[in-house]
């Protein structure tokens, strides 16, 4: 089953590590991978934009089928593999409506970090201004506490929506992007809790992006978040 699978990835992307933790969890190993650079622009090659004209990783591949969105890639393999390994989506539609809120509320969680942790990069340097970071990282601490409010919900070591789900696939690599760049764990002890659950969960420790822990200099954006 998994022989006839490709992932196209990138070390440290937390789209990417989705779907490798859900490869994981489904009991998929064995798959064909090929890590590729973002700095290397290798997710504009011709390898690449075959697959995905959008020219974004994770590219995706079952068979002759193509699932590129990380969101898209996860539902479909739980959908396509339901009764084999850990089942994603509770039965529970209680737990099943929270799972799919907390799951699609991680995009905008994702992106409001990706605006403050990448705005010399997302922004062109003659229109950056100081009062617009600033703005970003006001909304990414209201979401921060917003999801430290959702945790003070749920039991201690408890997961987002019952049990482990695609609510945690998606969120945790989030979680963990954040704490690696800086987020104080004192003023986020929720959040915090929430990692040190699942960093060790085996899936998610064979799946960490390879420098994750590695490069470290530069990494404190987040502190005053």
Known sequence: MAESMTLLW??????????????????????????????NKEHKSEEVL?????????????????????????LYLESQFKSQGTRLIPENPKEQALMYQR??????????????IYYKWL?????????????????????LKLWEGYLQNVAESSYLAGDFSLADV??????????????????????????NLLKDRPSIKSSTPLDWFEYQQGFEVLEDV
């Open 170 to 195: 998606v969120v945790f690599p989030s979680v963990a992007f954040a704490f690696r760049f800086g987020l104080s764990a004192e003023r986020y002890p929720r959040l915090a809790e929430y990692y």
């Open 10 to 39: 990138c070390s440290g992307s937390p789209p990417c590590w989705r779907v490798m933790i859900t490869l994981e969890e489904k009991n998929l190993q064995g798959y064909h991978q090929k890590l590729l650079s973002f700095e």
């Open 103 to 116: 799951m699609f509320e991680g995009l905008t969680f994702y992106d409001k970090l990706d605006w403050v």
């Open 50 to 74: 075959a697959l995905n004209p959008r020219g974004q990783f994770p590219t995706f591949k079952h068979g002759d089928i193509i699932v590129n969105e990380s969101f898209a890639a996860c």
């Open 123 to 143: 922004v062109p340097e003659d229109e950056r201004h100081d009062s617009a970071l600033k703005r970003h990282k006001e909304a990414l601490t209201t979401e």
